[in-house]
T-cell receptor, first 107, second 113 residues
Framework: EDQVTQSPEALRLQEGESSSLNCSYT??????LFWYRQDPGKGPEFLFT???AGEEKEKERLKATLTKKESFLHITAPKPEDSATYLC????????FGAGTTVTVRA | GAGVSQSPRYKVAKRGQDVALRCDPI?????LFWYQQALGQGPEFLTY????????KSGLPSDRFFAERPEGSVSTLKIQRTQQEDSAVYLC???????????FGPGTRLTVL
């Protein structure tokens, strides 16, 4: 069974203070690693899909990277609007999610 | 463009009542998924449809949970004889056949008293 562990559980940042979120996974064969953003009271919003070690994807201040055992979501110079819970998932049609990292960015 | 919509957004049920939750996927999306999200946790897979065929229902927690998608578009998740442990947010997602990126709706928050 696929397992996903995210760390830290919570992250408080000052505006402009870059940081990274970790997603460790255990799978029998990686079929895809997904990053989502979830705001309170809303459904997860798709950010990135990664398929193979060494792959990287970027969107605005976010950059996702992938190794054979973990993925990182780097937040560069965050703004208050980047405050959200970031979820990592693995799978193909049946996604297994981690518990998420809640990021709070203070102005 | 229109995303995934779910209704109702909030549902309060007394223990033992039956509930029905509706999902309207993105137009043209063949695949539809239901997830359950407990407070402070990530979503957990319940079931998967491709068109009207339910291809995987391994995540449904008990036989009180039933999902259908009779015409391959709108889906309904039904929970019979609700229990307090059924309280959660129920998320619906859809995707096209050309990608496995799932797009989620806003969810239905179910509270069982």
């Amino acid at each position: 069974e696929d397992q996903v562990t995210q760390s830290p559980e919570a992250l408080r940042l000052q505006e402009g203070e870059s940081s990274s979120l970790n997603c460790s996974y255990t799978v029998s064969g990686l079929r895809g690693l997904f990053w989502y953003r979830q705001d309170p009271g809303k459904g997860p919003e798709f950010l990135f899909t990664l398929y193979s070690a060494g792959e990287e994807k970027e969107k605005e201040r976010l950059k996702a990277t992938l190794t054979k055992k973990e993925s990182f979501l780097h937040i560069t110079a965050p703004k208050p609007e980047d405050s959200a819970t970031y979820l990592c998932a693995v799978g193909d049609y049946k996604l297994s999610f981690g518990a998420g990292t809640t990021v709070t960015v203070r102005a | 463009g229109a995303g995934v919509s779910q209704s109702p957004r909030y549902k309060v049920a007394k223990r033992g009542q039956d509930v029905a939750l509706r999902c309207d996927p993105i137009s043209g999306h063949v695949s539809l998924f239901w997830y359950q999200q407990a407070l402070g946790q990530g979503p957990e897979f319940l079931t998967y449809f491709q068109n009207e065929a339910q291809l995987d229902k391994s995540g449904l927690p008990s036989d009180r949970f039933f999902a259908e998608r009779p015409e391959g578009s709108v889906s309904t998740l039904k929970i019979q004889r609700t229990q307090q442990e059924d309280s959660a947010v129920y998320l619906c997602a859809s995707s096209s056949l050309t990608t496995n990126e799932q797009f989620f709706g806003p969810g239905t928050r179910l509270t069982v008293l």
